[in-house]
């Protein structure tokens, strides 16, 4: 890459908060070396990669995303956030972020300002927001990669963009709780959804459909490879017809739990089918220590009593074991919890780690997403975006 003009590089953004380590991945193409604002300390270093080689700089807190400013925490009359927003009545909860403009009086802005800001303050009377970037009080590390699985898109116009902006300005961070915060998740649990039918209705019918694109399926394929042990025992929770595992895992058992038989039997991956429904009833019919590790791929939104899931999730599996939740921008909406729409999909990030934290009972906790890659022009959903879509996860350790 030293003569070229244009790098096609996977960035990486790594830190840890109180509570976990975390990773963001976005795929970049064109990044244009003349024009292109890469950090100091790693745009020379660009220059020199080979293919499939990487580089990394750290930088203090404050660096990467703007420093800390006081007056960026606000305090404001409770009646100064406008709860209606349009068919939607949002109260605030503390430790949750919302748009500016939804208090764009108080926050000097204007009604339609969508960059996020946090309550971290509620009483009676008032709201404490803070507007600082989520990432304002970290050390963070930039990784970049040169990715020659991702190919050039058409030549661009002679347009700058920031690097450590594109990885950091669309909500790394929110996944984070704030220090000595406790976000209120949890003013209406168990959660409640659009569709209060029995799940049993619902599910009747097999869907034999894929809820990723192909580009999405195999980053889920290799985080399950990089995180599974061969030779184990693995929960496929709210398994269906597809389990994502790697095709050249051996596993000891893999255990399927979902709710349509049919689904279930038509996944060669089983070796076992279990039909059984978490809403209904969230105990698990297994026995204690009896796997290894868990998988939940795209279905944790579905959970309207997730604690009282996780608690037996952390039961079923033994000391050591990981427990995987993957999901991503795509759901059926009757079925997901509410809150699940109206969060950011970082913040949704941060719900699921939260699951663990009140869980009590994991440790090694890890978040992670992955951004950017191209969907097939094959997918049906390439005419609406072009962009893969997006993965998510949250994995944590069985503690002793």
């Not at 605030?92 to 000097?108: C, D, E, S, T, V």
């Not at 569709?195 to 034999?208: G, M, S, V």
């Not at 890890?366 to 949250?394: I, M, N, Q």
Request: charged share 20%.
């Amino acid at each position: 890459m030293k003569t070229a003009t244009l790098a096609n590089v996977e960035v990486s953004l790594t830190w840890r908060s109180a509570v976990a380590s975390h990773c963001d991945r976005l795929f970049v193409s064109n990044i244009d070396t003349a024009h292109d604002s890469v950090p100091a300390p790693l745009s020379q270093k660009l220059l020199d990669l080979k293919a499939g080689e990487s580089c990394n700089a750290q930088f203090a807190a404050g660096e990467l995303v703007p420093a800390h400013d006081p007056l960026r925490q606000v305090t404001f009359p409770r009646t100064q956030f406008i709860s209606q927003q349009r068919h939607l009545r949002i109260e605030p909860r503390l430790g949750r972020f919302y748009p500016q403009g939804f208090a764009w009086q108080a926050l000097n802005c204007t009604p339609n300002t969508f960059q996020p800001f946090r309550i971290i303050n509620d009483t009676r009377l008032t709201l404490g927001g803070d507007l600082n970037h989520p990432l304002t009080q970290y050390p963070l590390t930039l990784h970049l990669r040169d990715a020659p699985e991702l190919v050039s898109q058409p030549q661009r116009a002679n347009t700058s963009r920031d690097i450590a902006r594109l990885i950091t300005e669309n909500g790394a961070g929110m996944q984070t709780p704030y220090p000595k915060v406790s976000t209120d998740f949890y003013a209406d649990y168990p959660f409640g959804r659009g569709d209060e039918a029995q799940d049993a209705q619902f599910y009747t019918n097999p869907r034999l459909i894929r809820h990723l694109d192909s580009t999405a399926i195999a980053q889920v394929t290799a985080l399950y490879a990089r995180l599974l042990t061969p030779n184990t025992r693995v929960l496929d929770l709210m398994s269906s017809w597809v389990s994502h595992l790697p095709e050249f895992l051996t596993l000891k058992t893999v255990i399927g739990l979902g709710m349509n038989a049919a689904e279930l039997a038509a996944n060669p991956r089983l070796t076992e089918r279990v039909v059984h429904d978490l809403n209904h009833e969230p105990r698990l019919p297994f026995a204690d220590d009896q796997f290894d590790a868990v998988i939940c791929s795209v279905s944790v939104e579905y959970l309207t009593q997730p604690l009282a899931v996780m608690q037996e999730l952390a039961r079923v599996t033994q000391a050591g074991g990981k427990v995987i939740m993957v999901f991503s921008t795509r759901w059926f909406p009757s079925k997901a919890i509410s809150l699940w729409g109206e969060m950011h999909p970082f913040e949704r990030q941060g719900l699921v780690l939260d699951y663990f934290l009140k869980t009590g009972k994991f440790s090694e906790l890890h978040t992670e997403s992955l951004r950017g890659l191209p969907r097939p022009k094959t997918d049906p959903h390439y005419r609406e975006t072009s962009v893969s879509d997006p993965v998510f996860a949250v994995w944590g350790t069985v503690a002793d």
